[in-house]
């Protein structure tokens, strides 16, 4: 069950309904794991800096279950992710950011108990 949280300080007309899954698709498909265990959020219109700079940018936060756990796993999700932000949403490599999480089963719960239970 990967967690996609996307924070920008683009305006929330920059995140359609049709951009949420497209990165839904995309982030599912680069780390393996099925779209309907995804979950997705995205917090546009933040004060945000960058490198010293307020221009339009994002930071992306990946956290997931046995796919984030290796810098090597990393890399390659991280190209894949950056060639879609970049393309989708207009944005310099130097303005997008991303963080790798890795996630034990038991710290994260569904249905009153945690994953590592179901």
């Known amino acids: 069950m990967p967690f996609i949280d996307l924070e920008s300080n683009l305006p929330a007309s920059k995140f ?25 959020v995205v917090k546009p219109g933040l004060p945000m800096l960058i490198a010293g700079s307020c221009s339009p940018c994002v930071v992306l936060s990946v956290s997931a279950i046995g ?29 997008v950011v991303i963080r790798f999480y890795a996630l034990e089963p ?13």
Do not use: W, Y
């Open 16 to 40: 359609s309904e049709d951009f949420l899954k497209k990165l839904c698709s995309m982030t599912a498909a680069a780390l393996g794991k099925p779209e309907d265990r995804m979950m997705l």
């Open 67 to 95: 796919v984030t756990d290796t810098a090597e796993k990393n890399k390659d999700h991280s190209a894949k992710i950056f060639q879609f932000l970049t393309g989708e949403l207009g944005l310099g490599e130097d303005r």
């Open 106 to 118: 038991h710290q994260v719960g569904k249905k009153g108990t945690v994953m590592s239970f179901l």
